[in-house]
């Protein structure tokens, strides 16, 4: 079953340093998602993304934060200058449909700023 | 804004007994509701889903259960085996003109003992 991949599992990064996760989503998908979820706490929304640009973004989403497909396969979450608040889990999703279509997670990408 | 409360945080049963976790979704406008299961160090994966035309539906040992005038859904979990074990999130679609994201509950984190 195809499925989303994400490099690199586990990140560590100094505070201010620039990062960028990388996610591989599922080929015939057109909507790519980034959401986060810090340790013990819910998965939040962060950036939807669909025919290369921004469909919408949540309040975490702010100027650090920017995403890019930059071919036909990858999607990237860039944080410009990272903070310790950053430290989390990252998901990137994909789905077939923009309503009611399930999101398709890859396994993550653990930030640690230190 | 929109909110989806999820109900236990967490949950011990005995290996056979049934688990129920609740969720309570404020958007009236809300259509579907997928469930997720995320193990240890990988993304959440879908479990079921359900639609706001159905009231029921089942899979297996898994049945999800929506009361659309009482804003609620839940997941049943029959004849639990130690697999089961994991992190349980429930999520509504957010349907606001415009928009389209999925809001996450807290999550349960479920033990079943052997």
């Known amino acids: 079953e195809p499925e989303v991949t994400q490099t690199p599992s586990h990140q560590v990064t100094q505070m201010g340093q620039e990062v960028i996760l990388r996610c591989v989503p599922i080929?015939?998908?057109?909507?790519f998602y980034w959401y986060r979820q810090i340790l013990g706490q819910k998965v939040e929304f962060l950036v939807s993304?669909?025919?290369?640009?921004?469909?919408?973004k949540s309040e975490i989403f702010d100027d650090q934060f920017s995403v890019e497909r930059p071919d036909g396969s990858n999607f990237t979450l860039k944080i410009r200058s990272t903070k310790l608040e950053d430290s989390a889990m990252y998901f990137c999703?994909?789905?077939?449909?923009?309503?009611?279509?399930?999101?398709?997670f890859g396994n993550g990408t653990r930030l640690t700023v230190t | 804004g929109e909110n989806v409360e999820q109900h236990p945080s967490t949950l011990s049963v005995q290996e056979g007994d049934s688990a129920v976790i609740k969720c309570t979704y404020s958007d009236s406008a809300s259509n579907y509701f997928p469930w997720y299961k995320q193990e240890l160090g990988k993304g959440p994966q879908l479990i079921i889903d359900?639609?706001?035309?159905?009231g029921e539906k089942k899979d297996q040992r898994i049945a999800v259960t929506l009361n659309k005038t009482a804003k609620h859904f839940s997941l049943h979990i029959t004849e639990t085996q130690p697999e089961d074990s994991a992190v349980y999130f429930c999520?509504?679609?957010?349907?606001?003109?415009?928009?389209?994201?999925?809001?996450f509950g807290t999550g349960t984190r479920l033990k079943v003992l052997a």
């Open positions: 999703a994909s789905s077939s449909y923009r309503i009611n279509s399930p999101l398709h």
């Open positions: 993304f669909y025919n290369n640009e921004i469909s919408e």
């Open positions: 080929s015939n998908h057109l909507y």
């Open positions: 999520a509504a679609s957010s349907t606001d003109p415009g928009t389209y994201k999925y809001i």
């Open positions: 359900i639609r706001s035309n159905v």
